[in-house]
């Protein structure tokens, strides 16, 4: 029930605070380790590499596990859009491990390449908010996200949760295999938690800005690079399906192959920096819009901020960033669908789990 809230889309996303402390307690064992089943773990230990198969919000949450399994456990892996991988099957390595990634656990193109899988024999696990759902019967494993029903059909508390279940099983990867991953990933969630918390206290704000910038826009860029660069394919996805407002996420480095020549006078572009190494970058190409007319919302983050940027995340380990990044992308979206009158809940054209190919 969405109680008091006029949408459960807002409902959903004032939720993932509580989610992702959900999700710490439910993968911590008695002495506060985190831990997973053993037969889910030995099988992520027996990959030489991982095959992430997903669709729309879900595939964006596995480009970021796609950084924790590499960059955590050392675990090649790649990451596939499911519609395209039944045709375009890459070689595969000799111990792949498929990780089906998936809120409803119904969705087709998902289905489809774990049933050619199975035939071929490999072992697969589903990241599902649904137990019992299609994907999660027929995969080997199942890994869950307590993210509790979502009912709303733009994925929020769903995504923030996948992000966070697979940082963790990144984390218990590098540590069957003896490596250490430099920090205490159930310390750094809680101060994820928190800092999610912090953003979406700030609507108003959100309210504001996503008046500011997209009242009158046809168009939007979302921008970043790294991590980031995942996060504004997200955030395009999220203002796109609500609000009908064409979005475009793309890399930052990217904007002078083609992109560019679509930037006019008021164009909004919202640029993502919240990653040190490669802020100077983005901001660079802030520069670059700018100078064609573009209105740039730089989001960034305590301690790498700069005067003007309009968007300040509270400071979080940098690889969980997206986790809180995303908080305002999705609430600018809910308040510019809102302004336009937009159903929030039930975007046109669109259907929760998408259980045909
Ligand atoms: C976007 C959205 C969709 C789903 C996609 C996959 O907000 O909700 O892009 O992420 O249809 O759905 P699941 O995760 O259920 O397989």
Do not use: W
Request: include cysteine.
């Amino acid at each position: 029930e969405k109680g008091t809230y006029p949408h459960y889309m807002l409902k959903e996303i004032d939720e993932q605070p509580a989610v992702l402390r959900k999700i710490i307690q439910a993968y911590q064992d008695e002495n506060g380790k985190l831990s997973i089943d053993q037969e889910t773990l030995e099988a992520i230990n027996r990959a030489d590499r991982i095959y992430v198969i997903a669709a729309g919000t879900s595939y964006h949450a596995g480009l970021v596990g796609k950084e924790y399994f590499e960059k955590l456990a050392g675990v090649p892996t790649e990451v596939h859009i499911s519609s395209e991988f039944g045709y375009n099957m890459p070689l595969l390595s000799e111990k792949p491990l498929f990780v089906f990634i998936s809120q409803s656990g119904e969705t087709a193109d998902s289905r489809q390449v774990l049933v050619k899988i199975k035939e071929l024999g490999y072992p697969s696990l589903t990241v599902t908010n649904v137990p019992g759902s299609t994907l999660s019967r027929e995969a080997d494993h199942t890994v869950l996200l307590h993210a509790g029903p979502e009912i709303a059909v733009a994925s929020t508390k769903a995504y923030t949760a996948q992000v966070a279940v697979l940082a963790i099983l990144a984390a218990l990867a590098a540590g069957e295999k003896g490596n250490e991953i430099g920090f205490d990933l159930v310390q750094e969630l809680g101060i994820a938690a928190n800092a999610v918390q912090t953003m979406i206290v700030r609507k108003e704000e959100m309210e504001g800005l996503s008046f500011d910038f997209l009242e009158l826009s046809r168009n939007a860029f979302f921008i970043g690079r790294g991590l980031d660069y995942f996060v504004s394919l997200e955030g395009a996805l999220k203002l796109k399906e609500i609000s009908y407002i064409q979005a475009e996420g793309f890399a930052g480095g990217e904007l002078k192959h083609g992109t560019i020549a679509l930037i006019e006078e008021g164009t909004p572009v919202f640029a993502l920096a919240t990653q040190e190494a490669v802020s100077p970058n983005i901001r660079g190409n802030v520069k670059e819009v700018g100078a064609r007319g573009a209105k740039s919302c730089i989001i960034s983050m305590e301690g790498i901020e700069e005067e003007g940027d309009r968007i300040v995340i509270p400071a979080v380990h940098p690889m969980l960033t997206p986790l809180v990044s995303v908080i305002p992308l999705q609430l600018i979206s809910y308040y510019a669908a809102l302004h336009r009158g937009c159903d929030v809940d039930k975007p046109r054209n669109l259907a929760k789990s998408v259980t045909v190919e």
